[in-house]
């Protein structure tokens, strides 16, 4: 009793929306108090006696929690969630009721399928759907051949159908209470269940699966015949080894993008200045990892900070108050997590991944907003703001490093594409026809026009307009790409810092301007 009284100190601590499982020690308490001819008042009275010491240790916590401790985060701020009750409280009390319907039909049926379908309804490589579902099958087949070895000895250790059925209605109700408890704060503060990859509110369903076991199981063995109970325990099996094998898939897929989205920008930035305030627009499959400024900055600071103990690349979510924020050219500061810093919106550096990550990194400078069709109508907002000169092009290239982002990256497309923008940057057009030309020469292209811009600017600027010509035919098929291309080489037109010529500029409007959009 002494180690699970210091853990039922501790966990709480550590992960506070796991106090609902007190409802398991509860219900595991009252089922080891012997029943024999006691009431069951005297059986629960017997049970709250038992189980004072621990109540005692909670109560101390949630005093602790609502009272004392004061959370940085808006998230977890209890005077938040109050106002929010003394606001409107006949609105909460209708939304917790109906969360935890809501939430209740989640953790016991809906998570055996929606994970499986949303898998299935997302594009996936061939080589993933087949191990997906080879996998399910195997370990099905040997769970079957099991279950058909383990009949002989399926004796019920001499239990008569009655006792056996009492059991499985023990389970049933032990398992559907375990579920109700562990639901309680999660409904209380306001948070519900999403069972859609890429929410950070299906982990809720972690507590609840000690009461969904015993309740799913009981159920099926108690109100299914013999032939069909091992059936539909496979299927169930099967439903879960597909929506882990889906959940590996899209953390593993997320965790490539990270990877390009970093390898890329070393590519493209050897340097970035102190103080660059990140702004970060992630592929729409991997935006679920973006959810803090910290997994931003935390990187990228790896990445251009050989400075132990400090901090010198800060970000901020991409969010409606930020990108108006940075229209503004506030001034900010940020408390996360015991690290405090401020920050000036000035000095921001956008870049965005647009739609999925198919597409390149792009680094947006508001001197050639080349924005993509596929940009959302935030960095669209931020773009005209976002300041290219916080890259140090004259610094020694800064690559991530292998023992955290893994090995570089093979030279492809993007590879070109992020030393081409590098090369226009400081004025080398040469240098940008030299890489476009082994890009293509090695079979490779973009898979958003936008990125032949680079190329199609050294052509023009070099002189020759007739290579340029060949790729302005290439983006002029889609007539609102071109009116994006448009406004930013009109937007160069004042820049007297970029020392474009005459003749290229006339080149360039007339070609991407006059297309009749």
């Known amino acids: 009793m002494g180690l699970a009284l210091i853990t039922c100190l501790l966990y709480p601590i550590i992960t506070e929306f796991f106090i609902g499982l007190e409802g398991l020690r509860l219900a595991v308490i009252y089922y080891l108090n012997p029943g024999g001819k006691r009431s069951w008042q005297d059986r629960t009275k017997a049970t709250f006696i038992h189980y004072l010491p621990y109540l005692v240790l909670l109560t101390g916590f949630v005093y602790w929690r609502l009272f004392i401790f ?11 969630l109050t106002n929010l009750y003394k606001s409107n409280p006949l609105s909460m009390i209708v ?4 969360g935890y319907v809501r939430d209740l039909l989640n953790s016991i049926i809906m998570a055996w399928f929606i994970p499986t379908s949303i898998y299935f309804l997302t594009t996936r490589p061939i080589v993933d759907t087949v191990l997906f579902l080879l996998l399910g099958i195997l370990i099905s087949v040997l769970v079957w051949f099991y279950l058909r070895w383990m009949r002989k000895y399926d004796n019920n250790d001499g239990l008569r159908k009655d006792e056996n059925d009492h059991l499985l209605k023990v389970n049933i109700w032990i398992g559907f209470f375990v579920v109700l408890c562990a639901l309680l704060p999660i409904e209380l503060t306001n948070r519900g269940i999403d069972l859609s990859y890429g929410q950070t509110t299906d982990r809720y369903t972690i507590v609840t699966t000690l009461g969904v076991i015993p309740l799913v199981l009981g159920l099926i063995f108690l109100l299914s015949r013999r032939k069909s109970r091992n059936t539909l325990v496979i299927g169930i099996l099967f439903l879960s080894i597909l929506g882990q094998y889906g959940n590996i898939s899209f953390f593993r897929d997320g965790w490539d993008d990270q990877k390009q989205i970093w390898w890329q920008l070393a590519w493209r930035a050897p340097q970035l200045k102190d103080g660059t305030v990140l702004m970060l627009n992630p592929p729409e499959n991997t935006r679920y990892f973006f959810g803090e400024d910290y997994v931003t900055w935390g ?3 790896m990445i251009y900070n050989n400075k132990p103990h400090s901090q010198i690349i800060y970000s901020q979510v991409l969010t409606t108050n930020t990108a108006n924020e940075l229209k503004r050219g506030l001034r ?25 990550s198919n597409t390149c990194l792009h680094v947006i400078d508001s001197f050639r907003p080349e924005l993509s069709l596929n940009e959302p109508a935030l960095v669209q907002l931020a773009a005209p703001y976002s300041n290219i000169q916080q890259i140090n092009t004259d610094a020694p290239d800064n690559l991530p490093p292998e023992i955290i982002f893994g090995p570089e990256p093979e030279h492809t497309w993007c590879y070109y594409y992020q030393k081409m923008s590098l090369s226009r940057q400081l004025g080398n057009w040469m240098q940008v026809v030299i890489l476009g030309k082994e890009a293509m020469e090695a079979g490779f292209q973009p898979q958003d026009l936008s990125e032949w811009m680079p190329l199609i600017e050294a052509y023009t600027y070099s002189g020759d307009l007739n290579e ?4 302005l035919d290439k983006v002029r098929v889609d007539s609102a790409l071109s009116y994006n291309l448009c406004l930013s080489v009109l937007n160069q037109k004042n820049n007297m810092d970029l020392n474009l010529t005459e003749t290229g500029f006339i080149f360039l409007s007339h070609n991407l301007c006059s297309t009749g959009q």
Do not use: H, Q, W
């Open 95 to 98: 939304s917790i009721m109906a």
């Open 70 to 80: 004061s959370s940085v985060r808006p998230t977890t701020d209890m005077d938040m």
């Open 332 to 356: 900010g500061e940020r408390f996360i997590r015991n690290i405090y810093f401020v920050f000036d919106y000035k000095n921001t550096l956008l870049i965005s991944m647009p739609g999925s």
């Open 299 to 301: 990187p990228a600071d």
């Open 468 to 471: 340029a010509m060949k790729l």
